[in-house]
């Protein structure tokens, strides 16, 4: 690889739900190369989601980091992955059980084991995790979830950040973990992945010079790059999870939503996750046949409610199950296929609303920013201009930057602001104002109407 900076170069590897994601970054942020290493997305049944954990968590981001055969000047390496996920490991790092991913059934409470109040479903999924993995694997040398796996693959340290440890809440109550929490739920300490902060030396890549950096969970570095980091910023991150974050000048809560920190100092961030992103459309793509979105008149599209595996933000309802409203015999995949993207738009809106911020912008990020169809219908849907990013690869891009950090290039997560890009913006078309605005409100009363547990209903 030619050197195309005087500091080098980095390489952030972004585990996700059905690829692992890799890019070389130069100081300024501009992508010098980038891979695409695919994994199977198992569903063993409705309410199961998991990963051949070997596949997805250890061979794909090695795979991924010899594509992109690393040579001297490549400083660090850094990875983000999405969360929660966990695995039961050999002594070897090797995993031994299904990698279980966020929405998995056996990341719910058992009858038995719901006692007190209950967490909201996010924060108790990492735990329960641990319950499920470590009966299937007692005394497995570890319990990780995917970053942990990928750091000791790359660089024999299975290392996690803060923010990663802090979604497995009670096990980590904040300063480490807690051995109470993690005896209760099959496990020891010394069974866990060490903690530390994001953009910190970690350790050695093997066989390169590279520091092995800490990377973040997939969103926060999303974030770090995208630049929507003014009050009333919209960031709409379009993977296989559609996740929305509102900019805030200060943290309120509001039901339904979640409120975290931004990584700009003195800012919070108000929205959530929904499974109305690549998960639902890849499933339309998986079930319709071609057709073009844009052909569709305004006026003659169908209304879904898209939760074909439950919802999680704003109703945290893993038993909702999708409704397509108002089909006829005039309508065709061109038009099924317009109304999963506008689905996808009104999940937007509807978290957007929910959180009461005045927006100033919307900007979109993430691999699905490639399918202009769905871009549109997020501007059609929510009546404003969708800035997409410039870096489709944008928690690969974030990782990158943290591994300036941990190199010794960077002295502040505020300076990646330099990195964001806007590629295009999508402006929403006025003649589809009207119709949207009907379908957005029999969308929202089909939200207060679940469909029953037990399949969808056309």
């Known amino acids: 690889m030619t050197p195309v900076s005087r500091n080098g170069v980095t390489i952030g590897i972004d585990i996700g739900t059905t690829a692992v994601k890799a890019v070389v970054a130069a100081e300024d942020g501009r992508v010098a190369a980038r891979v695409r290493i695919p994994h199977q997305v198992r569903v063993p049944s409705p309410n199961r989601m998991e990963h051949d954990a070997d596949e997805a968590w250890r061979r794909g981001p090695l795979a991924a980091l010899q594509q992109l055969a690393p040579g001297p000047d490549v400083r660090a390496v850094a990875v983000s992955a999405m969360v929660p996920s966990l695995t039961a490991v050999d002594s070897t790092g090797t995993a031994i059980t299904p990698g279980l991913l966020y929405g ?35 005394g497995a040398a570890g319990y990780w979830p995917a970053p942990a796996v990928a750091n000791h693959a790359l660089g024999g340290e299975p290392v996690i950040d803060f923010a990663t440890a802090a979604t497995a809440y009670p096990l980590f109550d904040g300063t ?7 005896a209760g739920h099959g496990a020891t300490v010394e069974q866990m ?8 030396a970690a350790g050695q890549v093997h066989g390169t010079g590279a520091v092995l950096a800490v990377g973040a969970i997939d969103a926060i570095c999303e974030q770090i790059v995208a630049g929507a980091d003014r009050d009333g910023d919209v960031l709409v991150m379009c993977g296989t999870t559609l996740i929305v974050w509102t ?53 003659r599209v169908p209304v879904w409610s898209p939760y074909i595996r439950g919802e999680r933000t704003p109703f945290h309802d893993p038993d909702r199950r999708a409704v397509l409203d108002g089909l006829d015999l005039t309508h065709d995949a061109a038009s099924l296929r317009r109304a999963a993207y506008e689905a996808s738009g009104f999940v937007v809106r509807q978290l957007i609303e929910c959180s009461g911020v005045p927006v100033s912008r919307i900007v979109a990020t993430g691999g699905g920013t490639r399918l202009r169809p769905w871009m549109q219908a997020v501007a059609d849907a929510t009546g404003r201009p969708v800035a997409v990013s410039g870096v489709a690869e944008g928690a690969a891009l974030g990782a990158a930057f943290l591994a300036r950090m941990a190199a010794g290039l960077e002295t502040t997560i505020d300076d990646a602001a330099r990195w964001a890009s806007a590629d295009v913006v999508v402006d929403p078309d006025p003649a589809w104002a009207g119709p949207v605005e009907d379908r957005y409100r029999r969308f929202l009363e089909l939200g207060e109407r679940p469909s029953p547990a037990s399949g969808a209903r056309f």
């Open 176 to 182: 480490g973990w807690n051995a109470a929490s993690c």
């Open 193 to 200: 992945p060490r903690v530390q902060t994001i953009g910190a």
């Open 247 to 299: 900019t805030i000048a200060e943290a309120r809560q509001v039901p339904g939503l979640w409120t975290i920190p931004h990584t700009k100092a003195g800012k919070s961030q108000i929205g959530g996750a929904s499974n109305a992103g690549g998960l639902f459309l890849g499933w339309v793509d998986r079930v319709i046949g071609p057709g073009d979105p844009a052909s569709v008149a305004p006026g």
């Open 104 to 138: 998995d059934e056996r990341g719910r409470p058992s009858e038995a084991a719901k006692g007190g109040p209950q967490p909201l479903p996010a924060l108790g999924e990492a735990a329960e995790f641990l319950r499920w993995t470590a009966a299937a694997a007692p």
